[in-house]
């Protein structure tokens, strides 16, 4: 019986634990599906979370543990100069400032230590601002980073600004008041609001801040009033006048400029250089009487090189105008005015004469020179250099004594140096044909020495000496000729011959009045090698322009085949009958169909000017309606027009009537002159387009009201592939406007263009109501 109760008590637990088992798997099994429920709900959130902080535009960091690779979510453009790549972003130093890094990593290090929040604005190595907020979130460190635009912008570049500006205002008031000249600032309603500690000192106050919180003035009413009075157009007044400093009367060489916010000005004390000045006054009249009385000319020169005394003797020795004399000449300008004056030697190498006089003022001893004047007097000038700068010149007339041996040594000179300083060979022969005279170019050109040439030998001996091949014969022999010949009217003659060394000589014979003859040769070998390597060049040049249309030609129709397959894919791709594409890929494919078709555009361009250079252009001349060309190329264009915001003007008269045009041609010219206005109009601007009809001509004018045309580049706006960018938008391949030129002169008409940076373009297109020629023309 105790068996029996004893099993059947542990079947009744077993029977009692299995269904408290059963109940307890299934409340096991709603918790764990309502867990995995919530699991996935979190995930949702977290992938929402996610997404939005890579859509907005703020790069956010966060740092969850020590040592832990930190996470990093969100974009910022390109343009504001924060890096895409994680590495580079981390890499604080390699896009900021120097300054604006080395702040974050403190910022960063403080929050990271203490927790304290920051919230500061950066400046990019590329000149843009970024905000940078730092805080701390569940125990993780979180940096968020994002581009400041439009106001924000401006008030980060504003206090960029005004602190720049504050330190270089701080760093100018700490050089002004380690000045001993008085230095002061007005507001605009002429209050003193700054003065450094010399104005303080010469108002007898005990500090700066004293004297501008007294407004103590340190000009005098007479003072402000000339200041007032004498300012020129720029605002600016400087004079000397005399002040009480300090109770002392002073004189000072005041300086006093004025803006929209006030004035300041300095003052700087020349009270010592005045008394000088007047001592040196006083010796300078002493010394200039006692001068005045010698029969020897004297002139004093300054440091400057400037005429600062000369006596009378010294006015009649060179007898030039009182009124130059007076105006301080420089030593240089007074040489120049003697030698316009023809009062000093002629000299063949007259700039080193000069600076040779010159240089007495480096020398510490006098120096002597003999001055041959071309009136036949002579002068001995000594220059005395005085120790403190300067030059005393004495100039001694000694030309009784040397009168007949600076007359021969002065020919002798300006002969011998004009021959021997020729870069041409100069000969001279005699009536009887013998060398009378030579230089050493001709000895060096002909390789004859100088014993030869002192032989004084006959023009026919040259000839055996010199003519070493039979063309060099000929030229010799003409030579000859002209020396020998007994011709009652002898002329000049000038020739070319090519030696058998390859160098070339350009010669010439002049006859003399004595009977003799000139001969001279010049060696233009270069200039000759020059013109023929530039022919060679220049052949080079037009098979490479050739080649290079050929292969733009060829390069332009195999591109025109892939490109049409990539236009007709891309519209396929964009037709629901061939499947739903997402947002994305819809703008994406209506990018490629568009960028695909500007593409299109500039190789047909390409083609039209390669036809033009290859002279294969043709026109298909017919009546055209003006009114219906002008509105069907605005027309192609309402697209981009309305994209830029742009407002366009068209004026047209109803009575405007036809011409005889290439319709294709006239509306592409159109397409790209609006095109172009369009590409260089700001936002919100004008275009103008407007016809007229005058003298059997149709003049159509595209106006913007755009950046305008640099005057540097205006000249070369009809060049290909040359255009001036001032944007994303305003890039072009720069054909458009040298298809325009192309095409209106094929219609024999012209282009004119008229621009300034800033003012707007405006080009005028002139077209023959009817040109000359009908059906086709072609292109030259």
């Known amino acids: 019986m105790v068996w029996l109760g004893a099993l059947g008590g542990v079947c009744a637990f077993a029977v009692t634990a299995a269904v408290a088992f059963l109940r307890q798997q299934r409340q096991s099994s709603r918790v764990a599906d309502r867990l995995s429920r919530d699991n996935g709900n979190l995930k949702l959130k977290l992938d929402r979370l996610e997404a939005m902080l890579n859509t907005d535009e703020q790069r956010v960091i966060v740092w969850t543990g020590n040592g832990a690779v930190p996470q990093i979510w969100g974009v910022l453009p390109e343009a504001s100069g924060v890096p895409r790549t994680p590495a580079q972003l981390l890499a604080f130093g390699s896009w900021l400032t120097t300054k604006c890094a080395t702040d974050l990593e403190r910022k960063l290090d403080t929050l990271f230590n203490t927790g304290e929040a920051f919230s500061?604005?950066?400046?990019?190595?590329?000149?843009?601002?970024?905000?940078?907020?730092?805080?701390?979130?569940g125990g993780a460190v979180v940096l968020r980073l994002?581009?400041?635009?439009?106001?924000?912008?401006?008030?980060?570049?504003l206090a960029a600004r005004n602190a720049r500006i504050s330190g270089e205002l701080h760093m100018l008031h700490a050089l002004l008041n380690?000045?001993?000249?008085p230095a002061w600032q007005r507001d605009a309603e002429g209050s003193i609001v700054w003065a450094?500690?010399?104005?303080?000192?010469?108002?007898?106050?005990?500090?700066?801040?004293?004297a501008v919180r007294e407004g103590t003035t340190f000009l005098d009413a007479a003072a402000r009033e000339a200041m007032a009075r004498e300012r020129d157009e720029d605002g600016c007044f400087r004079a000397r006048m005399p002040i009480v400093a300090a109770g002392e009367r002073r004189v000072f060489e005041v300086t006093d400029v004025t803006a929209n916010v006030g004035s300041a000005g300095i003052a700087v004390d020349n009270s010592e250089l005045e008394q000088v000045r007047k001592e040196q006054g006083r010796a300078e009249e002493f010394h200039g009487r006692t001068l005045d009385q010698l029969q020897t000319a004297v002139a004093i020169f300054s440091g400057e090189r400037k005429?600062?005394?000369?006596?009378?003797?010294?006015?009649?020795?060179?007898?030039?105008?009182?009124?130059?004399?007076?105006s301080q000449p420089e030593d240089g300008a007074f040489l120049d005015a003697l030698r316009a004056a023809r009062k000093i030697p002629e000299q063949a190498d007259y700039r080193g004469w000069r600076n040779k006089m010159l240089e007495a003022y480096q020398s510490l001893e006098a120096r002597q020179s003999w001055w041959h004047l071309p009136d036949g007097r002579t002068l001995r000038v000594i220059a005395n250099p005085h120790p403190h700068g300067g030059v005393t010149y004495i100039y001694e007339n000694v030309t009784?004594?040397?009168?007949?041996?600076?007359?021969?040594?002065?020919?002798?000179?300006?002969?011998?140096?004009?021959?021997?300083?020729l870069s041409e060979a100069v000969a001279v022969f005699g009536s009887d044909g013998r060398l009378r005279l030579w230089n050493p170019a001709f000895g060096r050109i002909w390789g004859l020495r100088e014993d030869q040439l002192d032989a004084v030998p006959h023009v026919n001996n040259l000839v055996e000496q010199c003519a070493l091949v039979e063309d060099e014969r000929e030229a010799w022999d003409a030579l000859a000729g002209s020396v020998t010949g007994l011709v009652d009217n002898r002329t000049q003659a000038a020739s070319r011959m090519e030696r058998h060394d390859g160098?070339?000589?350009?010669?010439?014979?002049?006859?003399?009045?004595?009977?003799?003859?000139?001969?001279?040769?010049?060696?233009?070998?270069?200039?000759?090698?020059?013109?023929?390597?530039?022919?060679?060049?220049?052949?080079?040049?037009?098979?490479?322009?050739?080649?290079?249309?050929?292969?733009?030609q060829h390069v332009s129709?195999?591109?025109?085949?892939?490109?049409?397959?990539?236009?007709?894919?891309?519209?396929?791709?964009?037709?629901?009958?061939?499947g739903e594409l997402s947002v994305k890929q819809g703008e994406y494919a209506d990018y490629i169909r568009s960028s695909s078709s500007e593409l299109l555009l500039i190789i047909d361009d390409i083609l039209d000017l390669a036809t033009i250079d290859a002279g294969i252009m043709e026109l298909d001349l017919s009546e055209v309606d003006v009114s219906k060309t002008v509105a069907a190329a605005v027309e192609a264009l309402k697209d981009r027009i309305s994209e830029a915001q742009i407002s366009l003007k068209t004026n047209v008269p109803d009575d405007i009537g036809t011409m005889v045009a290439d319709e294709k041609r006239l509306r592409q010219v159109l397409f790209n002159l609006v095109s172009n206005a369009v590409r260089y109009s700001e936002e919100y601007g004008t275009v103008d387009v407007s016809c007229t009809r005058e003298d059997n001509q149709v003049v159509f004018v595209v106006k913007d009201d755009g950046c305008g045309i640099p005057a540097d580049v205006i000249s070369q706006v009809f060049n290909r592939f040359v255009g001036h960018g001032a944007g994303s938008r305003r890039q072009g391949a720069g054909l458009g406007l040298a298809i325009v030129k192309s095409f209106v002169e094929l219609h024999g008409g012209h282009v004119d263009i008229e621009s300034a940076e800033g003012q707007g373009t405006t080009v005028t297109c002139t077209f023959p109501a009817t040109p000359q020629a009908s059906g086709k023309v072609a292109a030259e």
């Open 307 to 326: 005429l600062q005394f000369y006596n009378a003797a010294f006015r009649q020795l060179w007898d030039l105008d009182p009124a130059f004399l007076e």
């Open 557 to 578: 129709y195999e591109l025109r085949s892939p490109l049409t397959n990539i236009i007709g894919f891309a519209q396929l791709l964009t037709n629901p009958k061939f």
């Open 146 to 157: 994002r581009d400041l635009t439009g106001e924000r912008q401006m008030q980060a570049e």
């Open 196 to 210: 450094n500690k010399a104005y303080a000192d010469a108002v007898d106050a005990p500090d700066a801040a004293s």
């Open 503 to 552: 160098t070339v000589l350009d010669y010439a014979t002049v006859p003399l009045p004595d009977g003799g003859t000139l001969v001279t040769f010049v060696d233009v070998t270069d200039s000759v090698n020059v013109e023929r390597a530039l022919l060679e060049k220049n052949e080079a040049l037009e098979e490479a322009d050739q080649l290079k249309n050929a292969f733009i």
């Open 120 to 137: 500061i604005t950066l400046k990019t190595a590329i000149g843009t601002y970024v905000e940078a907020s730092g805080r701390t979130a």
């Open 400 to 421: 009784e004594q040397l009168d007949l041996e600076s007359r021969y040594n002065a020919l002798a000179r300006v002969q011998g140096e004009t021959l021997d300083n």
């Open 178 to 181: 380690a000045m001993p000249a």
